[in-house]
């Protein structure tokens, strides 16, 4: 079992942004020795039941997902990607994300989120993670750190450790599932966490940080040995049941350039292929939102030395289609 990073991934890691990290720990208390932190629903919630995009995944001009028996309802981006047909592979992404709480009714879902996507021969492997409101999977409207991943084996895809064979937890307090008590103010204090997703050069293995901490991973058995194909940074809504109302996103306004006001994610990199951390490049990605009308987003770009490559994104929902 994987304890800690190794030292050339913490030294990749040694920039992130420790504040953030302070304001998450704030609070909370360690498990006993020898114990980690688990979230499990209340409910009788499985790995694929409403829960999880059961997907192949099939790329034109626009993302599409074919679902297969089970699926969420009326998915929708407002993302920036790195281009199809590319022959580079990536070793990981991270952001600051803006902490907020858009109002999500049930059986809706909001997340601000970052995909690190593998696709061969119409088989997509995935591991995602960010902050998201999900009130069929947590049963309440409360923002929290919430991952995501699906691999060739397993293709019903599995939300944070409730599936065996997948996410392991490591950290005694900070865990996939908790809750982010302190939440931006529009026009106000605003509240960030810093998240990454990024291959151990030793162990291969997917590790999941917040600034330097070590939260837990994904063993290299569960993910894609070569690498990431596409990286995909910004915000994802939909529902779980068909023919509802598509949830706010971000803070439910349409982004602008203030960042006090609208849901950002800035300080955006990505680890290349030789396990350096760097900038997005502006001239890999472009911006992508299947409905204008109910959702946006901005690249700004490189904004300044504190906020870098910078987007804001974000709209009302409502009734946005399929």
Known sequence: MMTRLSRE?????????????EVVLEGLEECPQGQVPIHKPRTNLTNNKHTSYSTTFQRSKKPHYTPNIDREYN???AIIRTFENTTKKWRGAQALFNINKPQVAQDQYSKAWIWLNYI??????????GVAVHTKLYEDDR?????FWMSENQQDGCYNALCPEGYIQVHKS??????YDQISVPGGEQQAVHLSVAEDTVTKNWVLTIGTEMIG???????MAEGASEV????????????TPSPPMGTGDFPTKDLTRSCFMKQLKYVI???TIEDINSNEVESYVDNPKCYGVMYHKYVDSDSRETLTFGGPGGQCGK
């Not at 923002?143 to 991952?147: A, D, E, G, I």
């Not at 900070?174 to 809750?179: F, L």
């Open 9 to 21: 991934l913490s030294l990749m890691l040694s920039t992130n942004d420790e504040t953030t990290l």
């Open 75 to 77: 998915e929708h981006f």
């Open 120 to 129: 061969q021969m119409n088989v997509r492997s995935s591991i995602e993670f």
């Open 143 to 147: 923002p929290r750190l919430t991952t």
């Open 174 to 179: 900070i865990y996939p599932g908790m809750v």
């Open 217 to 223: 991973y994904w063993p290299r058995q569960t993910y």
């Open 232 to 243: 995909y940074f910004g915000g994802f809504a939909g529902t779980t049941l068909p023919d």
């Open 273 to 275: 292929s030789d396990y």
